[in-house]
C-alpha cells in the first residue's frame, strides 16, 4: 500500500510539472470576442449561422482552427463566395489572426455554420459555441462562448 502511495503521490508532481522551462511565463491570452449571436431561424432548420467580430489584441499570431457547438451535430467556419454569379459556401478550415488584427463574421461573409441542430432555439435564449485556436507553437486553445439568439 506504501509503494501504491508513493508513485501516485510521484504520478501527480509529474503531471503538474511544465515539460519545458519557456511554459512557467507563457500565458495564452485569447483574442477579444465582440458583436457575437446566433441569427434564430424557423423551428425545421437543419443550419444556423452565428457572427462574432475576433479581435486579436494580443502580442501573439494566432490561428482559428475550427468550431464546436455541443447542440449541434456539426459545426464549421465557412465564407460565402460568388462563383459564376452563384452564391456559395465553403469551409475554411484556418483563419489567421495575426497580432493586432481582427476577423469579422457577418451574414453574406465568414460565418460559423451551425449543422443538424439537437433542439430548437427561442429568440433570447444562449447557444454555447466554443472556436478552437492554435497559437505560435501549434498548441490548441478552447474558447467558450455564449451565442445569443437574436432575430437580425
Known amino acids: 500500500m506504501k509503494i501504491f502511495l508513493i508513485v501516485i503521490s510521484v504520478c501527480l508532481l509529474l503531471v503538474n510539472r511544465p515539460l519545458f522551462a519557456e511554459q512557467d511565463s507563457y500565458v495564452f491570452e485569447f483574442p477579444e470576442i465582440n458583436e ?3 441569427r434564430a ?3 425545421n432548420a437543419n443550419m444556423l449561422a452565428a457572427y462574432v467580430t475576433i479581435e486579436n489584441n494580443t502580442q501573439h499570431n494566432l ?3 475550427g468550431a464546436y457547438a455541443p447542440d449541434f451535430g456539426m459545426a464549421e ?4 463566395i460568388e462563383e459564376d454569379g452563384v452564391l456559395r459556401m465553403r469551409e475554411q478550415h484556418e483563419l489567421e489572426l495575426p497580432m493586432q488584427s481582427s476577423v469579422v463574421m ?3 461573409g ?3 455554420m451551425l449543422m443538424m441542430p439537437q433542439k430548437k432555439f427561442k429568440i433570447g435564449e444562449k447557444v454555447r459555441i466554443c472556436l478552437l485556436y ?5 498548441a490548441e486553445h478552447v474558447q467558450h462562448l455564449d451565442f445569443p439568439v437574436m432575430m437580425k
Open 106 to 108: 457577418e451574414p453574406g
Open 110 to 112: 465568414l460565418h460559423i
Open 77 to 80: 467556419i465557412h465564407k460565402t
Open 36 to 38: 457575437l449571436w446566433m
Open 134 to 138: 492554435q497559437d505560435q507553437a501549434g
Open 63 to 65: 490561428k482559428l482552427t
Open 41 to 43: 431561424a424557423p423551428p
